[in-house]
């Protein structure tokens, strides 16, 4: 029975789990929890033994379905999902965007670098908010911390928008519905600009940006694509906020703040764990990729490059211009974690001319060599689109 303590109970796998690496962070979540297990029927259960706290398991972990005779919460938030990716579950799919985490991995990592609820953990490259909304589900503050704008505000909307669901709704009633649907870009702006709140207003601005991209990567009809994916968007914080009543959840603090991981805005060794991921050297261009949406929310492109890393600079000189942005990025997560407590950093090699950039080996060195302690380096090997091989690292650092 879930609640009381025992000592040997069976544990089963989600099926979803397939690659050597998430079995690695299975085993490592439960070995965090301090719990004590035996491997058994062809790797998808496990038998565990100890001083079993069954109610906590239950809660917190990420790979495993069942605990004993009982579904784990994270059975349930999976399947609050409007979407057919198994991973895009309640508003982690709005906004398309590129190089996003897988969120089971992330909520494994954050029992494995052992937060508790009230615990503080910071991505400095929040990106599309995937830290920031799987530590809320469990308990834990986050700050989330990106350079692009389009970031801040995707991170906002799928984290803030449950408390103002009531306000989006009565809006939508407020207005004349057939014009608001039928409003082209330019009508909708203007609409979207008079809205008090600014939660409110960010969910509506994101709804207008997922629409323009449907309308430009997808040719869809920019008014059918804002009135699905305002509706989609609806029904998913409808959905988060039924989960929190359904499990009870007490949600963590989310404070998602536009800045530069170079200079980080917080004071030294006040953060109690780290997880985050860079740009992979000069892998991908993240103003370029998100050059329609920038331009919507009013931004010039030239101006905005300057701060990127990976972004700026020319040629060869952008490789130097990214590991000397990295240095600094590094002794700033020293800087703000305090003693004792990890940073998770997940990096992958680009490829430049052909060449491999080893981005991997000059993390490891610049952080050990700054005075983080290497604790586990694991492998993550994924076949994606058209089963090509896509290789990240998964780097867990101590400062001590
Ligand atoms: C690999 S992505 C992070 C993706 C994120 N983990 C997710 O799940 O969506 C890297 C991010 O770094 C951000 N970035 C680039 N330069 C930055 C800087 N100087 N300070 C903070 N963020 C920056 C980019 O905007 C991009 O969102």
Redesign the pocket.
Known sequence: MIGEKTTSEKLVLFENVQFIYELALAQFELISLGVGFEITNGLREFNVFGDLDLKKLKKRLAYFKIVGSEYTDYYFILRKNRTNSVNQYLTHWIYP?K???HPQMIRALLNIIKLESGDTVL?????????ALEAQLLGINCIG????PL?VLQSKVKTESIYVLNEICEYKEKIDSSLFFSADEKKLERIISNIENEKVRNFYTIAKLVAISDNIRRKKKFQDAFLKNFNLMLLSVKDYVELVNELNLDLGHVDIRS????NLPLSDESIDGVI?????SIALD?VKNDEHALKALGYDLRNIRE????VRGKGRNRIELYNE?MEQVIREIYRVLKRGKYAVIIIGNATYQGKEIKTTEFIINYATQIGFKLVRNINKIIFGLYNVMQRENILIFKKE
């Open positions: 965007y190089g996003k985490f991505d400095p490259f929040i990106g599309s908010g995937t830290t911390i990106d350079i692009s970031c800045g530069d991981a170079r985050t991921s860079p740009p992979y993240y701060e990127f890393i990976g942005d």
